[in-house]
């Protein structure tokens, strides 16, 4: 059980069924989810994403596997972080897109870029056969202060990114952009971004979510260093070996 320090509001928390996990093929994994959904606002998510938890949607959860700890939380102290030359590099290419910051809304333009993501990215995955409810579902519906920001070059819409701005930092909720242009570094340049917002709005961290060692597609995580991982309750810097 979950109590905030003014002693009013209690999350309750219930763990599911097993079901096929979505990072280790062949593993089965469970979710510890908070509920109801609607106590949980602002301040409520802040505590819980600082204890391993994420939102998908309306659905709040943090992994909890018995026979596994193979998911690990990780976050960037924006204040510590210096980008590497790779990373300075693709900050300067792609300053010529254009960021537009806006509330939660639905735009078939964004759908269709969504799918072409999926398809090209994460073919097989599952998430390449989402229907509009289900994208809606999963990025449109919010308890939380979300941003949808669209990431323009010229006219031409490139990124879709979706952030929750927390009383600590800025947690990464989901990003899908143009897989069809050629020799950029989107998915890269879309994380810089978001560190140098924490920086002008005054907040620590940036939220990524969880890396599991080895995973490919969340290797990209152990390139923006030092990255802060929760262990036994406490976050604490990873170390560079682990990423090997």
């Known amino acids: 059980m979950f109590k905030l320090n003014n002693g009013h509001t209690v999350i309750k928390f219930h763990t599911t069924s097993t079901y096929p996990c979505s990072y280790l093929p062949g593993e089965l994994a469970c979710s510890e989810v908070a509920a109801p959904e609607y106590l949980i606002d602002n301040q409520t998510y802040g505590n819980l994403i600082q204890a391993g938890f994420r939102r998908s949607g309306l659905y709040t959860y943090r992994p909890s596997c018995g026979h596994c700890r193979a998911c690990l939380s990780v976050r960037v102290n924006v204040n510590s972080f210096t980008p590497n030359r790779t990373q300075r590099r693709t900050w300067k290419q792609h300053q010529h897109l254009t960021a537009i910051q806006l509330p939660l809304h639905y735009k078939p333009v964004h759908y269709a870029l969504y799918q072409q993501y999926q398809i090209k990215r994460h073919a097989g995955g599952g998430m390449d056969h989402d229907c509009r409810e289900q994208y809606h579902s999963f990025l449109l519906q919010s308890h939380v202060n979300s941003r949808l920001i669209e990431f ?85 810097l990873l170390d560079n070996s682990s990423f090997s």
């Not at 020799?183 to 005054?202: D, H, M, P, V």
């Open 152 to 236: 323009h070059e010229g006219d031409q819409l490139r990124m879709v990114s979706i952030v929750d701005v927390l009383p600590d930092g800025l947690s990464s909720v989901y990003t899908f952009f143009d897989a069809d242009v050629a020799n950029a570094s989107f998915g890269t340049y879309n994380i810089l971004w978001q560190i140098e917002q924490c920086r002008k709005l005054g907040l620590t961290y940036l939220y990524l979510g969880y890396w599991i060692k080895g995973n490919r597609k969340m290797c990209y995580k152990a390139n923006f260093q030092p990255l802060e991982v929760l262990t036994n309750g406490q976050w604490q």
